[in-house]
């Protein structure tokens, strides 16, 4: 099959003519142009967002819930199946140290976040040197257990 330049064609319905506002009563769009009455909401720049006609808004009648700690900083959760993970891709060898900068290397740790905590999920292969800034005390003593060493900054 094919075709000439000027066979070319939109699909159908890919281009519709903008609506004429106030252009008589036949329209469907004349003189209110579709904004309904006067009044608060027939002027622009007006948005009442969770107003319910002077009913008490659905954001106040529910209870409050939960709690946004805004000092809270993001860490990355590094745990033994991760740092197997490494090992077993060849990205890291028996002995070495871990630490953020290996991490973002890898891919495994976003290069915005800034500490490190070492939880004990799994169980170390090899022993590792691990530079981190929190360490759960389980995962501690899987460290000293595996002969490794833990640097917290």
Known sequence: MSFTLNEIRDNPGARTKAKLLGRGI????????GKGGKGQTARSGVSLNGFEGGQNPIYRRLPKRGFKNIHATKKYELDFNKVNLLLDNGLVKAGEKIDRDLLVKAGFMSKHLNEISLLANGKPKEKFSYVVTKATKTAQSLVSESGGELVIE
């Open 26 to 33: 036949g329209s469907g769009l004349g003189k209110t142009s």
